[in-house]
């Protein structure tokens, strides 16, 4: 294959290779964020770097989250209005476009309202946005964590009542004249729960039986065109503050516990590949698809622990578990993968949750978003979806995609070691290709 190679490398004593065994295209919707922490409604400072978000190489920004769901979570959060989203040059909307990034927007869902109502408000937020001030809105997520925000006396945290509301949400909002060509995602759980989603996709002999989302309605749309759920594996605190007096008896991960967890059983890749394997091939009008839109190494961070050998959301290392998990992504076939966020934490949370890819506290870019940028910016066409190291090399991998006349390949160390000496090192780096779905052997 004559092409020219461009890779981002070190130079490193070992051996490494990577061989086309599948090759799966790379979604043009793939490079998403999402859109907090701003200053109108919550005194943020995303629009100050606007310019910064562009150049990350986002293409897609998600308005949603749990402050978008202020019916279920009344204290410092806000419902956008109509006139938020679609005023013309100064609503949300066309404040994206400007800068080259489309919608995707979340429909909020009151859980002290029935189902019915719901889908009835759906439809209407449709309308206006789609229908009346014509912004032509593909994208649209019902709700938001249902599994740990929901809950009340209308159960709208069980996957039944999920299931329901979806159905009927996504059936009211695609039912609007004009509009059958929306694309609903959901149920976007704060987590990923293996019997509850293939509860969802359909998948027999489990507990609910009325929990199937993946089919279509009696007007043959889909229900769903993307089954979505958000990770954060490092779920509290206490990971990151071991010493807080909060969080007695915990145990903090180690470099290795983070290094080995997207591709650890039962975790993110694992995760990808059940929906993968459980995804239905009929009863639908068009392939289900799978979306992640919210991610992050943690949903919180430790202050003091943003050093090149700490492990939290503003070190090396959550830079380089953002370029992981967006590789293991477009090797799976996920289409858009939205983090959370552009910036976020005040000095009103002491700035625990300040984990963006841009610094709150200290206004810096930080390594996710260089490492973001990296892959945004590079990754396109036809991902190659398996690398390996040879024998003993351990914490070094290597990840590729080929363009119409490039293969572009990004390698991360993930060793913790002394600095490599000059450029004129004698230290060795040898890489083999493979096209033929087998790893490397002969000469390089």
Same mark, same amino acid.
């Given at each position: 294959m004559n092409k020219k190679i461009i890779s981002f490398a070190f130079g490193l004593a070992f051996f490494l290779s990577i061989y086309s065994q599948a090759q799966v295209p790379i979604s043009s919707l793939f490079n998403s964020q999402n859109y907090w922490l701003p200053s109108r409604h919550f005194g943020g400072s995303l629009e100050t770097y606007w310019n910064d978000v562009a150049a990350s190489g986002v293409k897609y920004m998600r308005v949603g989250g749990i402050a978008y769901d202020a019916p279920n979570n009344a204290v410092g959060t806000y419902t956008w209005t109509v006139s938020d989203l679609c005023t013309a040059t100064t609503g949300i909307i066309d404040e994206f476009r400007s800068h080259g990034i489309q919608p995707i927007l979340q429909v909020p869902v009151d859980i002290t309202k029935t189902v019915a109502q719901n889908a009835t408000n759906a439809a209407a937020l449709v309308t206006a946005v789609n229908v009346t001030n014509s912004k032509n809105i593909t994208y649209w997520e019902i709700g938001n964590e249902p599994n740990g925000q929901y809950a009340g006396t209308n159960n709208y945290n069980t996957d039944a009542v999920i299931a329901d509301y979806i159905r009927q949400v996504s059936s009211a909002m695609k039912a609007v004249s004009g509009q059958s060509g929306i694309k609903i995602i959901g149920p976007s759980f704060s987590y990923y729960t293996s019997t509850s989603y293939l509860e969802f996709l359909g998948v027999t002999?489990?507990?609910?039986? !009325? %929990?199937?989302?993946?089919?279509?309605?009696?007007?043959?749309?889909?229900?769903?065109?993307?089954?979505?759920?958000?990770?954060?594996?490092?779920?509290?605190? %206490?990971?990151?503050?071991?010493?807080?007096?909060? %969080?007695?008896?915990?145990?903090?991960?180690?470099?290795?516990?983070?290094?080995?967890?997207?591709?650890?059983?039962?975790?993110?890749?694992?995760?990808?590949?059940?929906?993968?394997?459980?995804?239905? !091939?009929?009863?639908?009008?068009?392939?289900?698809?799978?979306?992640?839109?919210?991610?992050?190494?943690?949903?919180?961070?430790?202050?003091?622990?943003?050093?090149?050998?700490?492990?939290?959301?503003?070190?090396?290392?959550?830079?380089?578990?953002?370029?992981?998990?967006?590789?293991?992504?477009?090797?799976?076939?996920?289409?858009?993968?939205?983090?959370?966020?552009?910036?976020?934490?005040?000095?009103?949370?002491?700035?625990?949750?300040?984990?963006?890819?841009?610094?709150?506290?200290?206004?810096?870019?930080?390594?996710?978003?260089?490492?973001?940028?990296?892959?945004?910016?590079?990754?396109?066409?036809?991902?190659?979806?398996?690398?390996?190291?040879?024998?003993?090399?351990?914490?070094y991998k290597a990840f590729a995609c080929s363009t119409a006349t490039e293969l572009r390949v990004i390698i991360m160390n993930q060793n913790v070691q002394s600095p490599r000496g000059s450029d004129n090192s004698t230290n060795s780096f040898k890489i083999d290709f493979n096209y033929t779905g087998t790893n490397p052997t002969g000469a390089d």
């Open positions: 002999g489990l507990p609910c039986t !009325t %929990c199937n989302i993946s089919g279509k309605d009696v007007n043959n749309h889909d229900y769903i065109d993307y089954i979505d759920f958000h990770i954060y594996p490092f779920q509290n605190e %206490c990971y990151w503050q071991h010493g807080n007096a909060n %969080c007695t008896g915990s145990s903090p991960p180690g470099r290795t516990d983070v290094i080995g967890n997207l591709t650890a059983p039962y975790q993110f890749k694992a995760n990808l590949q059940e929906i993968i394997s459980n995804i239905p !091939t009929l009863g639908r009008t068009n392939p289900l698809k799978i979306s992640i839109t919210e991610a992050n190494i943690s949903y919180e961070q430790n202050r003091s622990a943003k050093g090149i050998l700490d492990l939290g959301p503003g070190s090396f290392l959550g830079g380089q578990y953002w370029a992981e998990m967006m590789c293991i992504a477009m090797e799976k076939g996920v289409e858009f993968l939205s983090f959370w966020s552009v910036i976020t934490g005040t000095s009103g949370d002491n700035y625990l949750g300040d984990i963006g890819y841009i610094g709150s506290e200290a206004s810096q870019k930080r390594p996710a978003y260089w490492h973001y940028q990296m892959v945004a910016n590079n990754f396109t066409g036809t991902y190659f979806s398996n690398a390996s190291t040879a024998s003993g090399q351990t914490n």
